[in-house]
């Protein structure tokens, strides 16, 4: 069982999403929650820009599809390729 020594303070409501846009939640959920995973737990407060998001996507993408834990069809595969190479060129 993993163990955190994390201490949680009173919960904040806030009227309106933290992130850059509409879309990142998700993103920056996986974000956190790898953090967490990793006890990475210095709660650095920063600027996240829609082109940090992006490559984190990205990331989160080719962290995925380069797991060992779980194959994929040749389809699947030859899909992700494509979705991949996309991702590639929306970043330039």
């Excluded at 650095?44 to 060992?68: E, F, L, N, Q």
């Excluded at 494509?82 to 929306?90: A, E």
């Amino acid at each position: 069982m993993l163990e955190c020594n994390f201490v949680i303070s009173k919960t904040e409501w806030v009227k309106w999403p933290l992130q850059p846009d509409a879309a990142s939640c998700g993103v920056l959920i996986g974000a956190h929650t790898y953090d967490c995973l990793t006890e990475n737990t210095e709660g650095k407060i920063c600027k996240i820009s829609k082109s940090d998001v992006t490559a984190m996507r990205s990331r989160m993408v080719w962290a995925i599809m380069h797991s060992t834990e779980l194959s994929i069809s040749k389809h699947d595969a030859a899909t992700t390729a494509k979705i991949s190479h996309k991702l590639q060129n929306q970043r330039k």
